[in-house]
């Protein structure tokens, strides 16, 4: 096994130097938009969040990291799911390694939960698949911040079925102490008004936990499709936390990526 997953993405998604990103994040965090007082946000079970470069969709994966802060202690396990864009893979691949590296230091894997994977066919070991992916990386840094002491069950997903990627979810889901986090961007270089349409009908879709999703619609579909079998399986409940396009924040408004921040919840698991 090789022993750390060096970070690939650190100075061009997001900021190379430790201080540097601990303040981005920090200041992120420190303006995210705050919970309607009206509404009773249960402690999230699983989320879904945004893996652009910070300076387009950080603002709107701080909304799904402000979400953690009342349960942060309670959390001992991550269980990431992003899409591969680099390499390709059948089902989901593990990274093979000790830990993963960022600026604020390395995060350590469930070596454990990873080894109770080992029996499912879908679920295999590729480190060329993780080497370069920036859709999990990105979203280490808010962890570090927000959690005060978890392990990492990084999973890159690739061509896999709603079923396969739902049985791992499954397998791992535990209790309060294991968070569910998948990482997806929205629609892709749509004209600003035409993905305002298009990710509001996708929203709806993941609102109703209805799938499947489409890679037009969401590009970590797979591993979002898994998520909505599994949270209808659990009797979870989705709520919308924040919604934006490159076009709000750094990008031209001719071509614009999506951007969500959705929380699912249990029902009787109400943050106090």
């Not at 990291?65 to 799911?81: E, G």
């Not at 350590?108 to 990873?114: H, R, S």
């Not at 990482?183 to 993941?206: K, V």
């Not at 970590?220 to 909505?228: H, M, R, S, W």
């Amino acid at each position: 096994m090789h022993r750390v997953r060096t970070a690939a993405v650190a100075g061009t998604f997001y900021p190379g130097n430790a201080r540097t990103l601990a303040d981005e994040v920090a200041r992120l965090l420190a303006v995210a938009p705050s919970q309607d007082p009206h509404q009773t946000l249960a402690a999230p079970k699983a989320l879904i969040v945004p893996h652009a470069g910070y300076v387009y969709s950080g603002s709107t994966a701080a909304a799904a990291y402000a979400a953690l802060k009342p349960i942060a202690h309670t959390i001992r396990r991550v269980v990431l799911l992003g899409p591969v864009h680099r390499v390709s893979v059948r089902g989901l691949a593990a990274p093979g390694v000790e830990s993963f590296s960022t600026p604020l230091g390395d995060v350590a894997m469930d070596t454990d939960a990873i080894a109770t994977l080992g029996h499912l066919p879908q679920v295999t070991v590729s480190p060329a698949a993780h080497a370069l992916e920036h859709s999990l990386e990105v979203q280490l840094p808010f962890l570090q911040t927000v959690l005060p002491d978890f392990k990492l069950v990084p999973l890159a997903v690739g061509d896999a079925s709603a079923q396969e990627v739902a049985e791992v979810l499954s397998a791992l889901w535990g209790g309060q102490e294991t968070l569910i986090l998948i990482s997806s961007d929205l629609s892709h270089f749509l004209p600003y008004a035409q993905a305002q349409a298009t990710d509001r009908d996708t929203m709806a879709h993941i609102l109703r936990l209805d799938g499947p999703l489409t890679h037009t619609q969401a590009c970590g579909a797979t591993p979002i499709n898994g998520l909505l079998l599994a949270a209808r399986t659990h009797q979870l409940h989705a709520q919308l936390l924040a919604q934006c396009n490159s076009g709000d924040t750094a990008g031209d408004r001719q071509r614009v990526v999506g951007y969500a921040a959705v929380a699912f919840s249990e029902n009787d698991h109400a943050i106090h």
